[in-house]
């Protein structure tokens, strides 16, 4: 199993561009979750899914989109970029029961920069 | 909504010696407390986690207390190693309308020295 894949790894943007970021999960986990992390700062969940066609914002979800059409896959749109969404970003996925919490597997990441 | 406060920032300890790492969260409602390690420009990984209806967990070298009552949870990490050196992060679970969320600690950057 490759785990969870993340592409890009590394992207620098121009303040007003938009771009999505790339999450794919091949363990058949139904939970997938997209965080950034600032210097310091710990994770700060933006959005996650529980399934195909389900999702929910996190604690930091302005100025992102997502979209969950398959079990696989989860990317994460920024439409207008902004520096304050310099970070890195993290995808994450689990395998969940309601009221059972299991292992988070977290991606490399993608470490963006918006100038 | 949930908030976990993480002591200290950063720790050093010389080889071999103990290192503990504590949090805090408000939500007691929450049941499930992992920790993960993040090494230099990798994602985080588990490295233990414990449940409400245990009080302490140990996994060789790391164990995790937890204390329900008065709301916080401990990691002590015994004999340490240079390679225990990295970013640790501990965090508390909380339910939403959807299913299960993590709320995370700012991180603890833990520097063993050889």
């Known amino acids: 199993n490759a785990g969870v894949t993340q592409t890009p790894k590394f992207r620098i943007l121009k303040i007003g561009q938009s771009m999505t970021l790339q999450c794919a999960q091949d363990?058949?986990?139904?939970?997938m979750y997209w965080y950034r992390q600032d210097p310091g700062m710990g994770l700060k969940l933006i959005y996650y899914s529980v399934g195909a066609g389900i999702t929910d914002k996190g604690e930091v979800p302005n100025g992102y989109n997502v979209s969950r059409s398959t079990t696989e896959d989860f990317p994460l749109r920024l439409e207008l970029a902004a520096p304050s969404q310099t970070s890195v970003y993290f995808c994450?996925?689990?395998?969940?029961?309601?009221?059972?919490?299991?292992?988070?597997?977290f991606g490399p990441g993608t470490r963006l920069t918006v100038l | 909504g949930e908030n976990v406060e993480q002591h200290p920032s950063t720790l050093s300890v010389q080889e071999g010696d103990s290192a503990v790492i504590k949090c805090t969260y408000s939500d007691s409602a929450s049941n499930y407390f992992p920790w993960y390690k993040q090494e230099l420009g990798k994602g985080p990984q588990l490295i233990i986690d414990i449940r409400s209806n245990v009080g302490e967990k140990k996994d060789q070298r790391i164990a995790v207390t937890l204390n329900k009552t008065a709301k916080h949870f401990s990691l002590h990490i015994t004999e340490t190693q240079p390679e225990d050196s990295a970013v640790y992060f501990c965090?508390?679970?909380?339910?939403?309308?959807?299913?299960?969320?993590?709320?995370f600690g700012a991180g603890t950057i833990l520097r063993v020295k050889s």
């Open positions: 363990m058949n986990h139904n939970y």
């Open positions: 965090a508390a679970s909380i339910r939403s309308e959807y299913g299960n969320k993590l709320v």
């Open positions: 994450a996925s689990s395998l969940e029961d309601r009221g059972h919490y299991n292992e988070q597997f």
